[in-house]
């Protein structure tokens, strides 16, 4: 069936390292993505977002890489910091402007 | 801040009873969302409101109610509540840019159902 998902519900790194959040979906006609970050007792918020005409794109020390013929998708977060650690959820965007998240990662930087 | 505004920010109540919570969208957005989020489930879309009226459903139960009133705001209604209700609400308003559509979340609430 459809999904969102994510490949690892956690993720542990050391504070100066990069980090690597992936998602997966199944649906083809999915056109547009977005990564949420999530701390503790707090909202969603919005990181960064990727169109499907699009590979790649960059914004402040975060990197959202587009695979279309893997359906696949990843944040990479340079230099991670304490700061930085929180659950990472991305978002599907399917037709009719609904939104599906997958379950997030927990992401933990290490001091 | 995303500018989105949610009331209360906890509640606690009892099985069998009604809480209604209260969103604020962004200034000028249109689009109220309402999503759930439990502790083993990621965001589960409810209901989405346009500009005063349903555009669309999700996963919501037919307990669960919701508007959008004159001024934008909504209101989602949860009523012969249950203890697997006890979540994490969230709305968002969504601007339109690009052809694309942009979710900003308010903070939440947390509903505990005793």
């Known amino acids: 069936g459809e999904s969102v998902g994510l490949h690892l519900p956690t993720l542990s790194v050391q504070e100066g390292d990069n980090s690597i959040i992936n998602c997966a979906y199944s649906?083809?006609?999915?056109?547009?993505f977005i990564w949420y970050k999530q701390e503790s007792g707090k909202g969603p918020q919005f990181i960064i977002d990727i169109r499907s005409n699009m590979d790649k794109r960059q914004g402040q020390r975060v990197t959202v890489l587009l695979n279309k013929t893997v359906k696949h998708l990843s944040l990479q977060i340079a230099a991670t910091q304490p700061g930085d650690s929180a659950v990472y959820f991305c978002?599907?965007?399917?037709?009719?402007?609904?939104?599906?998240f997958g379950t997030g990662t927990s992401l933990t930087v290490i001091p | 801040d995303s500018g989105v505004t949610q009331t209360p920010k906890h509640l606690i109540t009892a099985t069998g009873q009604r809480v209604t919570l209260r969103c604020s969208p962004r200034s000028g957005d249109l689009s109220v969302y309402w999503y759930q989020q439990s502790l083993d489930q990621g965001l589960q879309f409810l209901i989405q409101y346009y500009n005063g009226e349903e555009r669309a459903k999700g996963n919501i139960l037919e307990r669960f109610s919701a508007q959008q009133f004159p001024d934008l705001h909504s209101e989602l209604n949860l009523s012969s509540l249950e203890l697997g209700d006890s979540a994490l609400y969230f709305c968002?308003?969504?601007?339109?840019?690009?052809?694309?559509?942009?979710?900003?979340f308010g903070p939440g609430t947390r509903l505990l159902v005793l």
């Open positions: 649906n083809s006609a999915s056109d547009y």
């Open positions: 968002a308003s969504s601007v339109l840019s690009g052809g694309q559509e942009t979710q900003y």
């Open positions: 978002a599907e965007n399917r037709a009719g402007n609904q939104f599906y």
